[in-house]
């Protein structure tokens, strides 16, 4: 394996700088207001073991509003970050731009394993300047991605290593993968996959086999016509070890989220609570649609839930063809590099180990997340798509007469792709600036505007506010929380009456209780503030005192543990005896 040289890492570093500089000025935005801000496990008053214990948001893993993201090592390193500097964000975006060329230099390393020395670099450089890392690295919560990725790419590097010169097995770095694949685990649950590119590497690269090389052994195995070869039952220990450990983490981390999946809205997933087939064509249409954004990141938006992706609702559907498409393309990549044994196949089967393998948990196919598209989820992945680039650079920089062609178009692309990635960056300035551009890419998405019309009123702009809340509302009429804004914005701009129209509105749109049922898998359980807001409001007026009564107790009734409608009970107690 070439060492990396440290003109390599400086220039890789360099480009690092050079695209992500300006989010230092950056400030706490969307989900890092969660993760930073009202996160009380990285206050050093709260005991260490609590990072244990909750989930990446700080909720107890325990409670049925918890998201199950278990990722300590992350949260741990948030609180260092809070030790040294308190909510000084730029330390936070300082300390994942670092991460980030980490990354880079550790993807190098990797690289050279399967591309030579210009093309690597060409991958590596790539990867550092793609704008579809902007949320991962820029968006501070995108540290998990990072953190992950660098326990990843160092438990593969490791796992290379497992065999001897003489063809023997050694269980040191074998150990240490397993030790690195926990850690990239604990930072963020997709690092448990690297266990699956280990085992495409070891089969396919290390011992050489080719699909139809492994199936004519194994028929002659079954068949009794030889034995089991020594190189196979190498591979087969090896590989035995993986998935054992592999289970043991499995296993660990099922009982953590105490075998409950989270609780997610069909505003978050609408594909999520479709029927068949609308929910199977429309998650297996979002596979090249992530595909594209690596190929053409020029509109990218933070937030692809509600209706950012109509559903794909029919087989006749035009968007379809693009799923084929797709599914055409993968696989002919695949077939090709499994029939063959030279490098190019090679290279080509661990580019699709990749981008594949660590995307499966977000893929939706197997089970729900609760997104439809993230971009951040794809900063591994898109380290198989710098290797497919850099590998089809090489094969044509190899052709004489488009040697200087395929310089300059890659100079091109890196040119273009670093000015994208830096100006990216200003759009997670502000709330303001985060929500408005991604207006600019997708307009039906209800949670862009209310997100606008949050960051307008926490500026105490009122008035403009409630024109992005009533148009959420116009987006996703259903949209309980559109309403619920539009009704607070009223109050503030003191007109009782038209608050007291929305926040009916979203009270009517609240699920009925049904005995039995548990209230919370079917809705947020922040709507149920409707009926906290709506009694604060009609309180005002002593002849309606009985029915705010009223909605104090239906909001307990339809959830015993929502303390704030306790909360509000007493102080309306304590006014009003």
């Known amino acids: 394996m070439a060492v990396v040289s440290w003109k390599e890492i400086l220039l890789l570093t360099g480009m690092v700088v050079g695209c992500y500089w300006n989010s230092l000025s950056c400030g706490f935005v969307f989900d890092d207001v969660s993760a930073i801000l009202d996160n009380k496990d990285l206050r050093p008053s709260t005991p260490l073991l609590n990072l244990f214990l909750n989930d990446f948001w700080g909720t107890p893993m325990a409670e049925e509003r918890s998201h199950k993201s278990y990722r300590p090592l992350t949260v741990l390193t948030f609180r260092l970050n809070y030790l040294f500097s308190e909510l000084s964000a730029a330390s936070y975006h300082l300390l994942n731009v670092v991460l980030h060329a980490v990354v880079c230099v550790l993807f190098l390393r ?101 699909l139809p090389m492994l199936l004519d052994t194994l028929r002659q195995v079954v068949q009794g016509k030889d034995g089991f070869p020594y190189a196979l039952l190498q591979t087969l220990l090896k590989l035995i070890v993986l998935v054992i450990s592999t289970l043991l983490l499995v296993i660990i981390r099922v009982q953590v989220i105490q075998s409950q999946l989270p609780v997610f809205t069909r505003f978050d997933n609408p594909a999520a609570v479709s029927p068949t087939p609308t929910r199977q064509l429309t998650f297996n249409y979002l596979l090249p649609v992530n595909a594209w954004l690596l190929l053409n990141p020029s509109e990218l938006c933070c937030d692809w839930t509600m209706g950012t992706i109509p559903l794909v609702e029919s087989p006749l559907d035009h968007r379809n063809l693009a799923t084929l498409a797709f599914y055409t393309f993968l696989g002919l990549l695949s077939l090709h590099s499994l029939r063959y044994r030279h490098s190019s196949a090679k290279t080509v089967i661990m580019a699709l180990s990749l981008i594949v393998l660590p995307f499966i948990p977000a893929s939706n196919l197997f089970f729900p997340v609760g997104f439809v598209v993230a971009e951040r989820v794809l900063y591994v992945p898109s380290m198989g798509f710098c290797v497919l680039v850099a590998h089809g650079f090489r094969i044509v920089s190899h052709k004489g007469h488009l040697k200087k062609i395929s310089w300059l178009m890659i100079g091109v692309l890196l040119t273009t792709h670093a000015v994208k990635t830096f100006n990216r960056n200003w759009d997670w300035e502000s709330e303001y600036t985060l929500f408005t551009s991604a207006l600019k890419v997708n307009k039906n998405n209800a949670k862009l505007w209310n997100n606008v019309g949050h960051a307008l009123e926490n500026q105490n702009n009122y008035a403009k506010a409630l024109q992005y809340f009533l148009q959420a509302t116009r987006v996703q009429p259903d949209d309980i929380g559109a309403h619920m804004n539009v009704g607070r914005t009223y109050k503030n701009l003191n007109k009782s009456k038209e608050a007291e129209d929305a926040y009916l509105m979203a009270k009517s749109l609240m699920p009925q209780v049904i005995p039995g049922k548990r209230y919370a898998t079917r809705v947020a359980p922040n709507h149920l503030n409707v009926y906290i807001n709506l009694a604060n409001l009609i309180r005002a007026n002593e002849s309606r005192l009985e029915e705010a009564d009223q909605l104090y107790r239906q909001a307990i009734s339809m959830r015993p543990d929502f303390k704030q409608a306790y909360i509000s009970r007493q102080d309306f107690s304590t006014f009003y005896p």
């Open 110 to 210: 990797v690289c050279r394993l399967f591309l030579d020395k210009p093309s690597s670099l060409v991958a590596a450089l790539l990867f550092a300047v793609h704008p579809i890392h902007t949320e991962a690295v820029t968006g501070v919560v995108g540290r998990a991605e990072l953190l992950s990725s660098i326990f990843l790419l160092a438990a593969f590097l490791a796992y290379t290593k497992s065999t001897g010169s003489d063809h023997s097995i050694v269980w040191a770095p074998i150990a240490l993968t397993v030790v690195l694949v926990a850690a990239a685990t604990l930072c963020k649950e997709q690092g448990i996959t690297v266990v699956g590119i280990c085992c495409v590497h070891e089969v396919f690269v290390a011992q050489g086999f080719t």
